[in-house]
T-cell receptor, first 112, second 113 residues
Framework: KNQVEQSPQSLIILEGKNCTLQ??????????LRWYKQDTGRGPVSLTI?????NTKSNGRYTATLDADTKQSSLHITASQLSDSASYIC???????????FGTGTRLQVTL | DSGVTQTPKHLITATGQRVTLRCSPR?????VYWYQQSLDQGLQFLIQ???????AKGNILERFSAQQFPDLHSELNLSSLELGDSALYFC????????????FGSGTRLTVV
């Protein structure tokens, strides 16, 4: 069964600090891995999409890594801001719309 | 504003009733996807339409149905509503089959009482 597991479930950090969120997946076949940011009560917003051949992709202060051999991905947030408070969702695709596998997300809270 | 418009934003209705959720995709996008997100759960894929035709179906209940119209907007119909149908319903759109990702709308929060 395809699964995406994210850790930690929740995280509280001080503004300005860095953090790393983890995603482990067992999805086959693998097409791409996506990280989304979802503010409370809002729709997910895409941060990065990585295919099998990519191992790092950045979007501003967000840097995602992918190790397709170990089936692990991480999302690193640099110099966190209060506006980074949200859920971060890891999604793995096998290339078909009906078979996207969503993680349940890591809820990040950035405090003063 | 993502360009994907969902209406209404909030909906409160009683058990047994029927509701219709509406989605207008981003300009130029042919695919529309519907997702359900229950409290503290991951997004669950319901159904995909591409240029008016059903393309993929997920764990959509028989009480639920959807369609995509010639102007590419889509509607999700939920009938015989139960308390457990209370959730956020998201629509997403993509230009093609979504290989490079989707654009999500802000969702419709449905509360069944």
């Amino acid at each position: 069964k395809n699964q995406v597991e994210q850790s930690p479930q929740s995280l509280i950090i001080l503004e300005g600090k860095n953090c790393t969120l983890q995603c482990n997946y067992t999805v086959s076949p693998f097409s791409n891995l996506r990280w989304y940011k979802q503010d409370t009560g809002r729709g997910p917003v895409s941060l990065t999409i990585m295919t099998f051949s990519e191992n790092t992709k950045s979007n501003g202060r967000y840097t995602a890594t992918l190790d397709a051999d170990t089936k692990q991905s991480s999302l690193h947030i640099t110099a966190s801001q209060l506006s980074d408070s949200a859920s971060y969702i890891c999604v793995v695709s096998d290339g078909t719309a009906s078979k996207l596998t969503f993680g349940t997300g890591t809820r990040l809270q950035v405090t003063l | 504003d993502s360009g994907v418009t969902q209406t209404p934003k909030h909906l409160i209705t009683a058990t047994g009733q029927r509701v219709t959720l509406r989605c207008s995709p981003r300009s130029g996008d042919l695919s529309v996807y519907w997702y359900q997100q229950s409290l503290d759960q991951g997004l669950q894929f319901l159904i995909q339409y591409y240029n008016g035709e059903e393309r993929a179906k997920g764990n959509i209940l028989e009480r639920f149905s959807a369609q995509q119209f010639p102007d590419l907007h889509s509607e999700l119909n939920l009938s015989s509503l139960e308390l457990g149908d209370s959730a956020l319903y998201f629509c997403a759109s993509s230009e093609g089959q979504g290989y490079y990702g989707y654009t999500f709308g802000s969702g419709t929060r449905l509360t069944v009482v």
